[in-house]
T-cell receptor, first 114, second 119 residues
Framework: NAGVTQTPKFQVLKTGQSMTLQCAQDMNHEYMSWYRQDPGMGLRLIHYSVGAGITDQGEVPNGYNVSRSTTEDFPLRLLSAAPSQTSVYFC?????????????FGDGTRLSIL | AQTVTQSQPEMSVQEAETVTLSCTYDTSESDYYLFWYKQPPSRQMILVIRQEAYKQQNATENRFSVNFQKAAKSFSLKISDSQLGDAAMYFC????????????????FGKGTKLSVIP
């Protein structure tokens, strides 16, 4: 029972490089989302998806792209990495329909941009 | 937009004692959900307890309980018989009960309270 799997766990990039953070869930959850966690801050929503083919922006979407071609996968793309994107990134999923369904989080990806 | 405030950046508790973490929130909605998440040094986000706003009864999960005061928009977490494994960051989070749009799913987090447990 894998739950939400994020890869990689750690990554160091140079400014201007691009990369994709992977997220996969095996719970057939409709809703998936990406958050970033910065020191002294709670988690902030970057992008979310309510189902395959449907994505939308959250609170801090600039500099990130997402797509949802399957129910299971929700990758997050950094097109041109900037030092301000140094953060810990969490992917989460939940079943849709009612707000009290808990979100299941991955173990996070620590990303450093030099 | 909703906001969540955790006014205690750090707290400590003696092992086996009780500690209460504070959380207040601001919303114009009448129906919503509140959560406490625990983040140990392993970085995992672990759901501790959740509360539906329409329920007057406070949620309880083993040693964890909440004091939900809807009129005061307060949602504190009480940890009884504290254990060394309770040491972690604790995040309070809000989620709308709406059935469409980002608010249905988005969690709005507070900045967290770092809890230390003293042996």
């Amino acid at each position: 029972n894998a739950g939400v799997t994020q890869t990689p766990k750690f990554q160091v990039l140079k400014t201007g490089q691009s990369m994709t953070l992977q997220c996969a869930q095996d719970m057939n959850h409709e809703y998936m989302s990406w958050y970033r966690q910065d020191p002294g801050m709670g988690l902030r929503l970057i992008h979310y998806s309510v189902g395959a083919g449907i994505t939308d922006q959250g609170e801090v979407p600039n500099g990130y792209n997402v797509s949802r071609s399957t129910t299971e996968d929700f990758p997050l793309r950094l097109l041109s990495a900037a030092p301000s994107q140094t953060s810990v990134y969490f992917c989460a999923s939940s079943s849709g329909g009612v707000g009290n369904q808990p979100q299941h989080f991955g173990d996070g990806t620590r990303l450093s941009i030099l | 937009a909703q906001t969540v405030t955790q006014s205690q950046p750090e707290m400590s508790v003696q092992e086996a004692e009780t500690v209460t973490l504070s959380c207040t929130y601001d919303t114009s909605e009448s129906d919503y959900y509140l959560f406490w998440y625990k983040q140990p040094p392993s970085r995992q986000m672990i759901l501790v307890i959740r509360q539906e706003a329409y329920k007057q009864q406070n949620a309880t999960e083993n040693r964890f309980s909440v004091n939900f005061q809807k009129a005061a928009k307060s949602f504190s977490l009480k940890i009884s018989d504290s254990q060394l494994g309770d040491a972690a960051m604790y995040f309070c989070a809000y989620r709308s009960a709406g059935y469409s749009g980002a608010g249905s799913y988005q969690l709005t987090f507070g900045k967290g309270t770092k809890l230390s447990v003293i042996p």
